[in-house]
């Protein structure tokens, strides 16, 4: 993995004009008319999150290369049904795109069902409705979902030396990209290359930083042997980093028990430089979160003026990423996972 294809900077998507029957290519390089704004709003999970603050950014400069009225909003926690009043704002608002990181894969279908309904254009963004999806018109997601559960677990693996019990500490009970992760990781561990490693627990921070520390500080009491924790959440990732670096439990630090224990999950760089500098964190993941707001920006403008249809197995050409092609459930991947340490982090800077 280049340095340049992990920080891709999005320098313009340029979509195929037409629609090759053949190829299934769904793609156009029609522009929005110059008579009309398209308002684009991107509703996160909750605010003062550092993750979506980073996808933000892709959509900001997005919305600003196609000329539409961009904002976003979002609530104060990653509750279930806490955007759906937010949702009705923008209905009211009269936006022409909703783009959404879902709390719930379900409650929120009949608001996202009554802004459809209005001729709104509604994106999910590195969360979808999972099992859910004909209430949204596409999805953006940071990586193949169907990875990152066998990904973290591997990663882990390779740190623990494929051994010993580990926890995971993640985001809200309802979070439907967590959930899909922690699944994908409870079936890798079947694989017998794992069978050495134990899941012994799993905890959820709620993706607040005072719960996520507490529940890392439970786990550290409970487990007083733990091998090792996954948390494949931002704010959980740094929560927890700052428990084990205060606690010396990270290998060779001076309260380790054995080998020590290993964190590792999915958190932006700069959260995380700190940890990985004092050997609380050895290795961790993610991939570039702008890459998301980009492409949703791309997407939304296409499919609202109705110069793509998506479809199965269609592709969305891009100028920095190429083909991408939306998969059964309409979901395009705006990036591969990339493994940071300290042999590249302080070359990233989001």
């Not at 193949?144 to 985001?171: H, P, R």
């Amino acid at each position: 993995m280049t340095r340049s294809t992990l920080l891709l900077t999005a320098l313009g998507l340029v979509f195929v004009a037409g629609c090759n029957r053949d190829a299934g290519s769904a793609a156009s390089t029609d522009t929005p008319s110059a008579s009309k704004k398209l308002k684009i709003v991107y509703i996160p999970k909750n605010t003062g999150n550092p993750y979506f603050t980073e996808v933000n950014k892709g959509f900001e400069e997005a919305a600003k290369e196609i000329g539409a009225d961009f904002s976003t909003t979002g609530p104060a926690a990653a509750d279930a049904t806490s955007q759906v009043p937010i949702i009705k704002e923008q209905i009211q608002r009269g936006v022409d795109v909703i783009a959404i990181s879902a709390n719930s894969p379900d409650a929120l279908d009949p608001v996202l069902d009554e802004a459809r309904s209005k001729g709104i254009t509604v994106i999910t963004v590195d969360a979808d409705l999972v099992g859910n999806e004909s209430h949204r018109d596409a999805a953006v997601l940071p990586a193949d979902f169907n990875t990152v559960g066998t990904s973290q677990v591997e990663l882990l693996g390779e740190l623990t030396g494929y051994e010993g019990d580990f926890a995971i500490l993640s985001a809200t009970t309802d979070a439907p990209n967590q959930n899909a992760w922690i699944a994908k990781m409870k079936e890798t561990l079947k694989d017998p290359k794992f069978s050495k490693m134990k899941l012994v627990d799993t905890v959820y921070g709620d993706d607040e930083p005072q719960k996520s520390t507490t529940e890392c500080e439970g786990l550290l009491a409970k487990h007083p042997g733990l091998r090792g924790i996954i948390s494949p959440t931002s704010v959980g990732l740094a929560a927890s980093a700052q428990v084990v670096d205060r606690a010396g439990v990270f290998p060779g630090g001076p309260h380790a028990t054995g080998k020590g224990l290993e964190l590792t999950g999915l958190s932006t760089p700069n959260q995380l430089k700190k940890f990985v500098g004092t050997g609380a964190v050895t290795a961790f993941q993610l991939w570039a979160p702008s890459n998301e707001g980009y492409l949703a920006v791309y997407l939304g403008q296409a499919i609202h003026l109705k110069k793509v249809i998506p479809a199965a197995g269609a592709d969305f050409e891009t100028k920095k990423l190429g083909k991408v092609k939306f998969s059964s459930k309409l979901e395009l991947i705006a990036g591969p996972l990339v493994k940071f340490d300290k042999s590249n982090i302080e070359k990233s800077n989001f």
